[in-house]
């Protein structure tokens, strides 16, 4: 009995196969929908993030600061990538001191393609900043050869320049002239500590000479969150931003 249930259904299953045809397409039509300010936003939805907006808002238009004037990111050197870029320099140094870490030369990489906007001249709030540095990108500090420093800005000359800081450098062309680090010419016999964003150290940007560092310590510290802090530093004591052009980045 068993051995004849197992033929009646085997038998129904190969005859259910071999009816089953592929499903095939016979047309198809397509629709552009322009999402646009013409479309008209959902009531309902609008009254239901409305209160959650509020709270928002109120958060990220909190004024944290003042500028001077309009700080704007470009290449090869630029108010804002400097100023940036003297905050993660001032921020690793603090960490350096406080953990009486190594004592090697220091210096920061910031890429200009990392910064998405401007900081206003005048009041400066949270927004701004938000809007400046999207990302969850972290500050590290990668211990690397001389040699890596000079690949580094060799890099530096191809591709017109990048934030720096606690360093300056000279071109010729694209050829480097003189780096220093610290006001002392580059050694490349010599070991450096290289501040800079998780984003860069893992390669981002094409900076493959950082992946492999002789050590890396992660200061668990968002970049962002840096720069608020530095900000609202500044402002608690009185001071207005500022940003200066020093000639980090000299092509002659």
Not at 7 to 27: D, R, W
Not at 82 to 88: E, L, M, Q, V
Not at 186 to 207: C, E, P, Q, V
């Amino acid at each position: 009995m068993k051995l004849v249930r197992l033929i009646l259904f085997l038998a129904i299953a190969v005859s259910y196969l071999n009816c089953t045809q592929p499903y095939k397409t016979s047309s198809y039509k397509v629709t552009n929908i322009i999402i646009d300010k013409d479309i008209k936003a959902d009531s309902a939805m609008q009254a239901a993030i409305e209160p959650y907006r509020n709270e928002i808002d109120a958060k990220m238009n909190k004024v944290i600061g003042q500028s001077e004037t309009q700080m704007l990111a470009y290449k090869p050197e630029s108010p804002l990538s400097n100023f940036i870029s003297d905050i993660i320099q001032s921020k690793a140094h603090q960490y350096l001191t406080t953990n009486n870490a190594d004592t090697l030369p220091l210096l920061t990489l910031m890429n200009i393609k990392g910064i998405r906007s401007d900081i206003p001249q005048g009041e400066v709030t949270l927004r701004n900043i938000f809007e400046l540095m999207p990302f969850e990108n972290e500050i590290v500090m990668l211990t690397l050869p001389g040699d890596s420093i000079l690949s580094l800005f060799n890099f530096l000359g191809r591709t017109k320049g990048d934030g720096i800081a606690g360093a300056s450098v000279k071109f010729k062309d694209t050829h480097v002239l003189e780096v220093l680090v610290g006001n002392k010419p580059l050694d490349i016999t010599k070991n450096y500590i290289l501040a800079t964003s998780d984003y860069l150290a893992d390669g981002g940007d094409h900076y493959q000479m950082l992946v492999n560092p002789i050590h890396r310590t992660n200061l668990n510290l968002k970049l962002r969150e840096t720069i608020i802090e530095s900000i609202q530093e500044q402002n608690s004591k009185g001071n207005i931003l500022k940003a200066d052009m020093d000639g980090r980045i000299i092509f002659n």
